[in-house]
């Protein structure tokens, strides 16, 4: 069946949208970690993305909904880590070492997860009211790594969301660390407290 011309076109409109807005939020992110985001303008994105303000302001009406943007790509590269543990690893176990072994492949290291948008990641890995039905909160993520192994694999009267719970405490509680001391190591620390979090779960 051929091609409808207006789908055609409309696809083709689709596309340069993605496009133009993957170019702004790429020179965006670029722009926050070299100067913050509070020292960031949206004159100084409109310039270095070589955009009109107007137009640019038609996709992101203020610079909070650029680090919304952004936030919502942090949560999908960490709910597809988290998906890849679960179908990577043969038992829980396995799978939560994965995860906090593959935390530092750079997520929490690159943008926008930085000392200035980190509540808005969190906001958005929560889930947002506007949020669509495709968007999946990272709790919901680790929960169903959680269930492919089964209650048999968590700890001894322990439920699924009780574990993602702590999951969730400690990822969040080294990041808040991160964030207010200069001198935490969050890698070291995330990773010791992966594995001690893998310790409390039972051998097959």
């Known amino acids: 069946m051929p091609e409808n011309p207006n789908e055609r ?38 310039a270095a993305a070589d955009v009109a303000k107007r137009t640019l302001c038609n996709h992101f009406p203020t ?17 597809a880590m988290i998906d890849d543990a679960r179908t990577t690893g043969t038992s829980t176990r396995e799978r939560v070492s994965l995860l906090f072994e593959s935390m530092f492949g750079g997520e929490l290291e690159r ?13 958005v890995a929560h889930g947002t009211p506007d949020a669509s039905d495709s968007e999946i909160r990272v709790s919901d993520a680790i929960l169903r790594m959680l269930q492919e ?4 694999e968590l700890p001894a ?13 400690a990822i969040y509680s080294t990041t808040l660390e991160w ?13 010791e407290v992966g594995r001690f979090l893998v ?5 097959r």
């Open 111 to 123: 943008g926008p997860i930085q000392r200035e948008s980190v509540g808005a990641f969190f906001h």
């Open 199 to 203: 310790s409390l779960l039972p051998e």
């Open 149 to 152: 192994g089964g209650t048999e």
């Open 9 to 46: 076109r409309q696809g083709r409109v689709d596309r340069r949208v993605q496009e133009f807005r993957a170019h702004v939020l790429a020179t965006a992110e670029e722009l926050f970690e070299e100067r913050g985001v509070e020292a960031t303008k949206i004159d100084d994105i409109c």
């Open 179 to 191: 964030i207010h001391r200069d001198d935490y190591d969050v890698e070291t620390r995330t990773q």
């Open 157 to 169: 009267g322990c439920a699924a969301e009780t574990f993602t719970e702590l999951l969730l405490g």
């Open 63 to 79: 610079k909070a909904h650029i680090v919304q943007a952004l936030s919502r790509e942090a949560v999908s590269r960490m709910v």
